[in-house]
């Protein structure tokens, strides 16, 4: 299998499969690349530009911040005619070359004719629409009706979650919004020696610089889709929204600069699995470990966004009075914009609108270390109450994984009965209790005498679709991922067997 059927009542159109399971990563090459070398070419004339009028003045800048970044629009003048008839006759000579190789051989297509014919019918029907399927299991295929069904049945028609407005509404709301940022930023904009003191923290340069450049962005509306939990049954849709490109999400991409660097004030936090590998191979287990894992449900619409607001707020000053917050951070700034943006999530689907009333503000930059954040402040009480039962404990977003050392009875049950009380946020944890081996991330953690063994863990319905060499990916790319994946694979498997049988 291919792909991911998920048709109720068409038919697969013939070819599909075979379409589809070159992967939704794959690059079709272009009959000419005139159009590519044009845009190569004048992006090295812009660049040769700004490196002549930029030479004498190129000086390390200790206040660049390298995540907040958005390119400048300013347009330099032609450098030097002796530079720039050098670039002229330089682009000129790659055309020509370019031109004698086109008439000697062709470039050739890495479709089939009838594989290019199924994706231009697919462009130009509505009929059908292609997804990712949830946990990068490969590419879906459903009826687009039954998918705007299920996205409204499932999710936007819950009115304690959203509420649709009109066009109207929500651009004025946007309006209203970039308003709110200006006066934000002109209250924690840097200060100069002729400005009054203030009494709280204000930003730095290169964040003023980047939040400018992001306040020119259009007025556009972050985009409402969905991918399919096809691993579920029956399968569920997962929403999503898709922020790019629009100045809340770079204020929010602001935000999550700052939440960043509160990574080290949580005890739980884990970066990925291989941090997980690292840290449990120094552990030696008593006879009476076990490990166990939680899986929250539906995280991001079940944190309750005032309240989240209010411990979050509690959590920061409190790291503030003690002087654990890292230097020049803005505390002011960082909760006046965390209460706006995780406020005011506005989204379109289709021709319709609508306004995000609970949970984490879905697409956003922050949204990841905001849930982080959020029940990290309540861990601090479980890792206090049940330190003494917890050998390890770590949290991936909404997954956790621990190791358990108390009995499996009534401190196991006070252990659960503490992680679903906060919130209405709810975890999977109780009905499965402390075992030998579990599944965490892509990792199989198996108990074995006194250490810890592993070994991939790969979903039955994972369809291992990688890039093929017939794509159109520099070569680098794929090599890199083979590579990327053979030493992965290699740190996982504690065994070899378990390593050559993937």
């Not at 890495?110 to 997804?131: A, C, G, S």
């Not at 999550?256 to 941090?275: A, G, R």
């Not at 922050?366 to 949290?395: D, P």
Request: aromatic share 12%; charged share 25%; hydrophobic share 35%.
């Amino acid at each position: 299998m291919s792909c991911h059927n998920l048709l109720q009542s068409s038919a697969l159109p013939p070819g599909t499969k075979k379409l589809l399971g070159l992967g939704l990563n794959y690059c079709i090459r272009a009959p000419s690349i005139l159009s590519t070398t044009a845009n190569t070419h004048n992006r090295m004339i812009e660049d040769v530009r700004r490196i002549y009028h930029l030479k004498d003045n190129i000086q390390d800048d200790d206040d660049y911040i390298k995540q907040l970044y958005i390119k400048s629009d300013y347009v330099f003048d032609p450098a030097s005619d002796e530079i720039e008839e050098a670039v002229s006759s330089f682009t000129n000579a790659i055309k020509t070359e370019q031109l004698r190789r086109s008439h000697r051989k062709k470039p050739t297509r890495n479709l089939t004719r009838r594989q290019w014919e199924l994706v231009k019918f697919f462009k130009d029907h509505d009929r059908y629409i292609i997804i990712f399927a949830d946990k990068n299991l490969g590419p879906c295929i459903l009826e687009r009706r039954y998918y705007i069904l299920r996205g409204c049945t499932e999710h936007l028609a819950n009115e304690t979650n959203y509420r649709q407005v009109s066009k109207e509404w929500a651009t004025a709301r946007i309006n209203g919004l970039r308003r709110v940022f200006e006066r934000w930023l002109g209250k924690y904009q840097p200060r100069t020696r002729f400005d009054e003191p203030v009494d709280y923290i204000c930003i730095s340069s290169a964040e003023e610089t980047f939040l400018i450049r992001a306040k020119k962005r259009p007025d556009g509306f972050s985009k409402f889709r969905m991918t399919g939990k096809v691993h579920k049954d029956p399968f569920k849709m997962r929403p999503i929204v898709a922020c790019c490109y629009s100045f809340m999400n770079d204020w929010s991409k602001w935000l999550d600069f700052w939440f960043q660097q509160l990574k080290h004030l949580i005890p739980s936090y884990v970066k990925d699995s291989q941090q997980v590998l690292d840290e449990l191979k120094a552990l030696i287990l008593p006879p009476n470990a076990r490990v166990f894992t939680g899986d929250a449900n539906s995280m991001y619409n079940n944190i309750d966004t005032e309240h989240a607001i209010t411990v979050i707020t509690q959590w920061l000053r409190d790291l503030d009075s003690e002087g654990l917050l890292p230097y020049g951070f803005p505390l002011d700034a960082v909760l006046d914009a965390m209460k706006i943006i995780m406020r005011n999530n506005i989204f379109e689907f289709g021709d319709c609108y609508f306004l995000q009333l609970i949970g984490t503000a879905m697409g956003t930059s922050a949204a990841v270390m905001w849930a982080t954040i959020y029940f990290a402040v309540h861990e601090k009480h479980i890792l206090a109450n049940h330190s003494g039962n917890l050998l390890y404990y770590k949290r991936f977003i909404d997954d956790i994984f621990g190791i358990w050392i108390g009995n499996t009875t009534n401190e196991w049950s006070s252990f659960c009965d503490d992680i679903n009380n906060f919130g209405v946020l709810t975890w999977d944890i109780g009905d499965n209790k402390p075992s030998l081996s579990v599944d965490f991330l892509d990792l199989t953690i198996m108990i074995r005498g006194s250490k810890i063994e592993t070994k991939t863990f790969q979903k039955k319905m994972n369809l291992y679709l990688y890039i093929p060499p017939s794509s159109a990916h520099p070569t680098g790319c794929i090599k890199g991922t083979v590579f990327g994946l053979i030493r992965r694979y290699h740190a996982q498997n504690t065994h070899r067997k378990d390593f050559i049988a993937i």
